[in-house]
């Protein structure tokens, strides 16, 4: 499986878009991202997944660059309940459904 | 549509006792995933099972730790003879029928205390 980097954290103003990056330049072609977060002493939340093109859903919206080496997870309109970390993950579809979570992202919003 | 439930939320166990978790996936799911988090680290995968089938378990420690999801009833997490480093959060989660998915829906977690 693919490995991830994310940065270990992120502040953001409420009210404006967070844009959390993730870079997996060594994803092959059939690996999918997935984006979950994990707010404090919760179970995590699946957010959105996507193969290569853009995707959005009512959470966020992903961006996946051209030659797949990274994305962006955005969240438009940030609120304090968005504070918590985020995890990206790359995954081939198979029958595993294992989920190797890294360190993520830990995304502080600010009023 | 009621999400996964995790009982019991929280569960203090003395060294030497059993510890049992159970999980409810939800409605219509068939496939159960067991994670754990330890104190001030990350979530690893423990066991992928579907109904009377593990399926993967390759994140299960060796010796103490089982899991099962009968044909009726919850997915249990058995720990037996519980040792101080079993303290964590256990986490569940249930995907639909079909392919494993990696697009899960966890639960609230059970915190294991081993005093």
């Known amino acids: 499986d693919a490995k991830t980097t994310q940065p270990p954290s992120m502040d953001c103003a409420e009210g404006r878009a967070a844009n959390l990056p993730c870079n997996h330049s060594?994803?092959?072609?059939?690996?999918?991202v997935y984006w979950y977060r994990q707010i404090h002493s919760q179970g995590p939340q699946y957010i959105i997944h996507?193969?290569?093109n853009n995707e959005t859903n009512e959470m966020a919206s992903l961006i996946i660059t051209e030659d797949r080496k990274s994305s962006t997870l955005i969240l438009p309109h940030a609120t304090l309940r968005d504070t918590a970390v985020y995890y990206c993950?790359?995954?081939?579809?198979?029958?595993?459904?294992?989920?190797?979570f890294g360190q993520g992202t830990t995304l502080q919003v600010k009023p | 549509n009621a999400g996964v439930m995790q009982n019991p939320r929280h569960l203090v166990r003395r060294r030497g006792q059993e510890a049992r978790l159970r999980c409810s996936p939800m409605?219509?799911?068939?496939?159960v995933y067991w994670y754990r988090q330890l104190p001030e680290e990350g979530l690893k995968f423990m066991v992928y099972?579907?109904?009377?089938?593990?399926?993967?378990e390759s994140g299960m420690p060796k010796e103490r730790f089982s899991a099962e999801f009968p044909k009726e009833g919850p997915s249990i997490l058995r720990i037996q003879q519980v040792v101080r480093g079993d303290s964590a959060a256990y986490f569940c989660?249930?995907?639909?029928?079909?392919?494993?998915?990696?697009?899960?829906?966890f639960g609230p977690g059970t915190r294991l205390t081993v005093t």
């Open positions: 060594t994803i092959s072609g059939n690996e999918y």
């Open positions: 989660a249930s995907s639909p029928p079909g392919l494993a998915s990696y697009e899960q829906y």
């Open positions: 996507g193969l290569k």
């Open positions: 409605k219509g799911h068939s496939h």
């Open positions: 993950i790359v995954r081939v579809e198979s029958n595993t459904g294992k989920l190797i």
């Open positions: 099972l579907q109904k009377e089938n593990i399926i993967d």
